[in-house]
């Protein structure tokens, strides 16, 4: 995996239309509210030309010449938010909750699943094969089917190590990224043992 910082970065023509888009959504003088959707655009863009979706520094500075903001403002929000990668992540990025209620669900499993399919020692750390980062992130909204696993853009619910293990281990093989969602089939969120509530229909409205 190649994890040298590029020396040159600049927008490609799709990125560019996102660009304009996102700038134009806010009034003028106000563009530096669009830093955020300029730095996926930027990591979207790198992953789609490296394979490897992440922010290097030179896009981070791209980022804040095009928004008329200081490169440290940039800076201060892309190590804020673990969404955004600053260094190269594996194929796959694991983002595991530790948060309480994923935690009391089982969390503590699927990270043990996730170092022993990756051979990942530890967060922040890629496997010797590229295929895995593993990072530990807040609550991510999703908690009503904890424990969550992130890998990419999806979420993967109601895990615990077996199948967080089984997961992984398809993706080793070369397989497609599953349907995200509850692994157990639990439709949106409702109750594992089903809808116990409205079953039947209200009075007809007049
Ligand atoms: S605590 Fe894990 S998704 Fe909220």
């Not at 022993?116 to 895995?132: C, L, Y």
């Not at 497609?176 to 229909?201: E, F, H, K, M």
Request: with cysteine.
């Amino acid at each position: 995996m190649n994890t040298a910082e590029p020396t040159d970065f600049i927008f490609d023509e799709p990125a560019e239309a996102a660009v304009a888009k996102a700038i134009a959504r806010y009034p003028a003088g106000k563009q530096a509210s669009a830093v955020m959707a300029l730095l996926d655009i930027a990591q979207r863009q790198m992953g789609r030309r490296t394979g490897i979706a992440w922010v290097p520094r030179i896009a981070m500075d791209v980022v804040a010449k095009r928004l008329g903001m200081a490169p440290v403002r940039v800076y201060e929000v892309a190590t804020f938010y673990t969404m955004f990668n600053t260094k190269p992540v594996g194929k796959y990025h694991l983002q595991v909750c530790t948060t309480t209620p994923c935690w009391l669900r089982g969390s503590d499993d699927v990270v043990a699943a996730c170092k022993k399919a990756s051979g990942i020692k530890d967060f922040g750390h890629t496997s010797e094969d590229g295929m895995f980062t593993m990072t530990e992130v807040e609550c991510l909204g999703g908690c009503v089917n904890a424990p969550i696993l992130q890998i990419n853009d999806d979420y993967y619910e109601d895990l615990d190590g077996a199948k967080t293990e089984a997961l992984l281990e398809k993706l080793k093989a070369g397989e497609p990224l599953p349907p995200a969602g509850s692994v157990i089939g639990r439709r949106a969120s409702a109750p594992v043992t089903n809808q116990t509530t409205l079953l039947q229909d209200g009075p007809a409205a007049e």
